[in-house]
């Protein structure tokens, strides 16, 4: 699992406790995926087609 962002790939922050969410690597189809581990919380942010 990488945990830097590669460039282009903007910071996302969590909603519920504000803090920076971790970049936890990208899916094929061209989504990043990013994890809060304070709240658990999961996001997946479409970057483009790689």
């Known amino acids: 699992m990488d945990v830097n ?6 910071p996302q ?3 519920d ?3 920076e969410l971790l ?3 990208t899916q094929p ?3 990043a995926q990013f994890f809060c581990e304070h709240c658990r ?3 997946d942010t479409f970057i483009g087609d790689e």
């Open 5 to 10: 962002r590669p460039q282009g790939v903007s």
């Open 13 to 15: 922050w969590c909603p």
């Open 17 to 19: 406790c504000g803090e």
């Open 23 to 25: 970049f936890s690597g």
């Open 29 to 31: 189809a061209g989504f």
């Open 41 to 43: 919380y999961r996001r």
